[in-house]
């Protein structure tokens, strides 16, 4: 079992592209840059970047790309990809919560679920989101857009149940539950234990207010499912549209 989501990552690096949801890169790309009027050639930071596959689809497009991640497996994988696009991407292997360079990006993205809620055991939720979201407004030109994928918090309050109240696995009073789970990913199951606190848009959309960012339109953020439309309960993802304030 897993004990934390590094050591996940940097095992699960070689085949998490063969996970279904990878497999809209293109179009999600498309969407991205139909959002904001992102100039050609301009700058654009990807936090979470995992293995590449939005930095790299963004890099053949004539962008400036620089990856941020905190697993060096999930990075190996990204450098190999841009290698045999023929692009050229910074790699930077750092927390999102603390990585500082000296430049300001034109854009930034951190997409399906890439660095927020990515939570250890025992850490404070808000302030674990609130400094990733600090720390990219830092590296954002005035205005700057920043599209943003996130667990949806209404999809989790919806399964919870009281067995799971009385059994410790979820918290009412902080909304944090904790169970193990086993996930079947394309290398196999595997057993994981779950330490997570779910925002619902409203709580997230004050947080990233409360960060630096004017929250322009929070969409549903199922990959496959991108579009100007409302969230729905049940989906795994929300996306937040954000400009630096």
Same mark, same amino acid.
């Given at each position: 079992?897993?004990?934390?989501? $590094?050591?996940?990552?940097?095992?699960?690096?070689?085949?998490?592209?063969?996970?279904?949801?990878?497999?809209?890169?293109?179009?999600?790309?498309?969407?991205?840059? $139909?959002?904001?009027?992102?100039?050609?050639?301009?700058?654009?930071?990807?936090?979470?970047?995992?293995?590449?596959?939005?930095?790299?689809?963004?890099?053949?497009?004539?962008?400036?790309?620089?990856?941020?991640?905190?697993?060096?497996?999930?990075?190996?994988?990204?450098?190999?990809?841009?290698?045999?696009?023929? #692009?050229?991407?910074?790699?930077?292997?750092?927390?999102?919560?603390?990585?500082?360079?000296?430049?300001?990006?034109?854009?930034?993205?951190?997409?399906?679920?890439?660095?927020?809620?990515?939570?250890?055991?025992?850490?404070?939720? #808000?302030?674990?989101?609130?400094?990733?979201?600090?720390?990219?407004?830092?590296?954002?030109?005035?205005?700057?857009?920043?599209?943003?994928?996130?667990?949806?918090?209404?999809?989790?309050?919806?399964?919870?149940?009281?067995?799971?109240?009385?059994?410790?696995?979820?918290?009412?009073?902080?909304? #944090?539950?904790?169970?193990?789970?086993?996930?079947?990913?394309?290398?196999?199951?595997?057993?994981?234990?779950?330490?997570?606190?779910?925002?619902?848009?409203?709580?997230?959309?004050?947080?990233?207010?409360?960060?630096?960012?004017?929250?322009?339109?929070?969409?549903?953020?199922?990959?496959?499912?991108?579009?100007? $439309?409302?969230?729905?309960?049940?989906? #795994?993802?929300?996306?937040?549209?954000?400009?630096?304030?």
């Amino acid at each position: 079992m897993s004990t934390t989501w $590094r050591s996940f990552f940097d095992a699960h690096a070689p085949s998490y592209d063969e996970n279904p949801f990878t497999a809209n890169t293109v179009a999600e790309v498309d969407f991205i840059i $139909r959002l904001y009027a992102i100039p050609a050639g301009a700058s654009i930071l990807d936090i979470g970047c995992g293995t590449g596959r939005h930095a790299v689809e963004l890099a053949a497009r004539g962008f400036q790309v620089t990856g941020v991640d905190f697993s060096r497996g999930m990075l190996d994988v990204a450098k190999a990809k841009a290698a045999s696009r023929e #692009v050229e991407v910074r790699w930077i292997h750092e927390d999102a919560r603390t990585f500082a360079l000296n430049n300001r990006f034109d854009a930034a993205i951190c997409l399906c679920e890439g660095a927020p809620g990515l939570l250890e055991r025992g850490e404070d939720p #808000v302030r674990h989101d609130r400094d990733i979201f600090l720390n990219v407004a830092r590296h954002l030109k005035q205005n700057a857009p920043f599209v943003l994928t996130a667990l949806n918090g209404y999809s989790a309050i919806r399964q919870m149940t009281d067995q799971l109240v009385q059994e410790g696995r979820f918290d009412p009073a902080t909304m #944090v539950s904790f169970y193990p789970d086993e996930w079947d990913l394309p290398d196999g199951k595997q057993q994981l234990m779950i330490y997570e606190r779910l925002f619902i848009p409203p709580e997230m959309v004050r947080i990233l207010q409360a960060s630096g960012f004017a929250v322009d339109n929070v969409y549903g953020g199922t990959a496959g499912h991108w579009a100007q $439309r409302p969230v729905s309960l049940d989906e #795994v993802e929300a996306m937040y549209i954000c400009r630096k304030a």
